[in-house]
């Protein structure tokens, strides 16, 4: 079946350090979305990537869809303290685009 | 525009017992998605509906069943419950099939917290 694997697990960084979490599909994706999820929160959208090869920016962030559609990655610039909450890869699967499978996510700390 | 309301919030449940979540989906939006997400975990899809039908399931028993009403809110359904239904129940909902930059985006609800004792 359908599986979404996402590492790290946890990142601790120091404010002003860069992140990256990497996703990875068993399977070739149609797209691939991002989602953010604050400590007691709910995951909030950051972003689809839909062609291979994809790269999208939005300020700090840069996100990447491989050449295969099959894996992924987050890279944050210059972290900050607004910056923590665990990140999510969404999966929507070839046959059916719209039934997301995510990943564990991603959890990270940034101390200032 | 209204976001996904869910309700209720919190719930505590005994082994056995029945449980059913609801959820109301954003204006203008088909389809409703029903993920468990439990502690430490990313969300694991239960099932989606899409204009009342069911649109595919997770790898979740009978025992989690659902339902979808005309006005696109949602029903998530858990008979016998087990310890293990512990977790967070998060709806989502979407406009499908859709073009341009807000397609097939999952708006998540704040979700239903269940404890089962």
């Known amino acids: 079946g359908q599986q979404v694997m996402q590492i790290p697990q946890y990142q601790h960084v120091q404010e002003g350090e860069d992140f990256t979490t990497y996703c990875n599909s068993s399977t070739t994706l149609s797209n691939i979305q991002w989602y953010k999820q604050r400590p007691g929160g709910h995951p909030v959208f950051l972003i689809q990537?839909?062609?291979?090869?994809e790269v999208k920016k939005q300020k700090r962030l840069t996100f990447q869809f491989g050449e295969a559609k099959k894996n992924s990655s987050l890279h944050i610039t210059a972290t900050q303290t607004t910056d923590v909450g665990t990140y999510f890869c969404a999966g929507g699967p070839k046959y059916n685009f719209n039934k997301f499978y995510f990943g564990s996510g991603t959890k990270l700390n940034v101390k200032p | 525009e209204t976001g996904v309301t869910q309700s209720p919030t919190h719930l505590i449940k005994t082994r056995g017992q029945q449980v059913t979540l609801r959820c109301s989906s954003q204006s203008g939006h088909n389809t409703v998605s029903w993920y468990q997400q439990a502690l430490g975990q990313g969300p694991q899809f239960i099932f989606q509906y899409y204009r009342e039908e069911k649109n595919g399931r997770g790898n979740f028993p009978p025992r989690f069943s659902g339902l979808q009403f005309p006005n696109y809110s949602s029903e998530l359904n858990v008979n016998a419950l087990e310890l293990d239904d512990s977790a967070l129940y998060l709806c989502?909902?979407?406009?499908?099939?859709?073009?341009?930059?807000?397609?097939?985006?999952?708006?998540f609800g704040a979700g239903s917290r269940l404890t089962v004792l």
């Open positions: 990537l839909v062609k291979s090869g």
């Open positions: 989502a909902s979407s406009y499908v099939p859709g073009q341009g930059p807000g397609a097939n985006v999952l708006t």
